[in-house]
């Protein structure tokens, strides 16, 4: 993450990983089976 906010900008870094979280949570709630929580910490 570091690395990315040099590269990029602090706010820039802030939209991706809020991007990031949106795309995963979408998946989440559009899949019609359970969460597993071994699968998801990454």
């Known amino acids: ?3 990315t906010h040099l590269r ?4 820039k870094t802030l939209i ?3 991007n990031k979280h949106a795309r995963l949570i979408w998946v ?6 359970p969460l597993h929580v071994h699968a998801a910490v990454n």
């Open 16 to 18: 991706a990983i809020a």
């Open 1 to 3: 993450m570091v690395a």
């Open 28 to 33: 989440l709630l559009t899949r019609d089976e």
């Open 8 to 11: 990029i900008g602090y706010h």
